[in-house]
């Protein structure tokens, strides 16, 4: 698949930044001893004219030993000389030799300062996620016990990790082999352990215990993972997994029939009254102008397009004040969704918020927009399953979303959302798809209607 890239004068070393062949031979000279079988780029934070955040996976291969590893790196690439800056503040914030024996690279010739795994300034919790050992001396004890009632007993765990955003969250599988009583057999139970730099576990505890031992998920309408503990001391926050595959992988359409067990299921979670108080109104009424600015950064041709969007997105966004606010998922999308057999499960609601049903469902129509648009199909070929969606949740909720009021959220969303994470984020395919996304934001927010879904030459051009 092509990469187009963002011509960034600021950030030459961009192109080379993403080049997994030129990383892996930087860092193949860093390392003694070893040799670098592969390199994979893992995630991107592109901030035009600033810096850019890249963490990399390499497999590495120690013939002296005879064994392999991997070892995930973060690198920022920096403007102006900044890594040397950064490198200074790093060097006194405490670090520890990594798997490959680097704990920080600092290569001014490339502007750059990497951090390697499990060296990561925000993320305290890397401390015990990062040795199976340390976990256990520290975490699982008290995990075992809210597991059994502290009845049970250990007997080994594996740890293998699941996602890690550098200086943001990571996530790591724990498998545990234990005893939940004495003389009971021994079994297995798989859970997640979660830790972000703003140490939100206890709030996001509190919400999935309201979610878990709410109406909705006794009757069925609702099914989330239960939350087991949140550790203050470790910064982590434990879940039970549940079986599944992501809705994505299962059905890449996400055809009607997924999609009305969706939208049933989010109006259950609507409904769900949590305690949380975190709104997003401020910044929902903010993010056009900011995004909008970042991307005319990128690309100046885009910036008549961007305007006229802006502006209909701001003068639209005022009746949403009038709508109710309900308990939304926050992270909404197929990836975030788990299918086990006729059954589905939300996961990752992390970020959780109050807000108006609506913004979740024009997140929902953007989406399958955004993989329309990927996947060469015309928009108008997915419409049946957002319908489908938006009929479901409507049936459930026992009300429809205003027509122009989910136009507004849909453009919103393919803007702040979809086309924001297409240059933020620089995946394959995913720059040259933006000219289209703000061509559909553009004309659905002129038209009013999601009906609006075939840009017309105006919004276009």
Known sequence: MSRLLP?????????????????????AAALDG??????????????????CSVSYLLSLRDEQRGRGFEQRVSARFCTGGDSARRRLKAAGSGTVASAAGPALLHLGGLDMLAHWWPNDAKLGALAVLHDDAVLRSHCLDEVVAALTGGRGALIDQRMTLAQYVPEHRACARVELRLRRAPGAPVTTQTL????????????????????????????????????????????????????????????????????????????????????????????????????????????????????????????????????????????????????????????????????????????????????????????????????AFLAAHAHASGRAADESLLAWSTAHNLLCQRAYRCVANLKPGRFEAVPQLLALAGSIASAGTVDAIEPCAAEAA
């Open 7 to 27: 011509h960034d004068p600021a950030l030459p070393q961009l192109a080379q930044a993403l080049d997994p062949q030129a990383m892996a031979q930087v860092f």
């Open 34 to 51: 070893l040799q670098v079988q592969s390199c994979q780029v893992d995630r991107v934070k592109y901030r035009p004219r600033r810096n």
């Open 192 to 387: 997640y352990a979660k830790a972000d730099s703003e140490r939100r576990g206890a709030h996001t505890h509190a919400l999935m215990q309201a979610l878990y031992h709410s109406p909705a998920q006794a009757g069925g309408r609702l099914r989330t993972p239960r939350p087991v503990l949140w550790q203050e001391a470790a910064g982590l926050h434990w879940q039970l997994a549940l079986p599944g595959r992501p809705l994505l992988d299962v059905d890449p359409q996400v055809g009607p029939a997924a999609s009305v067990q969706v939208g049933e299921q989010l109006a259950a979670l609507h409904a769900t009254p949590v305690p949380v108080a975190r709104t997003t109104a401020e910044t929902l009424r903010l993010q056009p102008r900011q995004v909008a600015e970042m991307l005319g950064q990128v690309e100046p041709a885009w910036t008549p397009l961007l305007t006229r969007l802006v502006g209909r997105l701001e003068a639209g966004g005022g009746a949403l004040e009038r709508e109710a606010a309900v308990t939304l998922h926050g992270d909404l999308h197929p990836r975030n969704i788990l299918v086990d057999g006729e059954r589905h499960a939300f996961i990752d609601l992390d970020s959780a918020y109050r807000g108006p049903a609506v913004i979740e469902l024009g997140a929902w129509v953007a989406d399958a927009l955004y993989r329309a648009v990927l996947g060469g199909v015309a928009p108008r070929q997915v419409a049946p399953s957002w319908r």
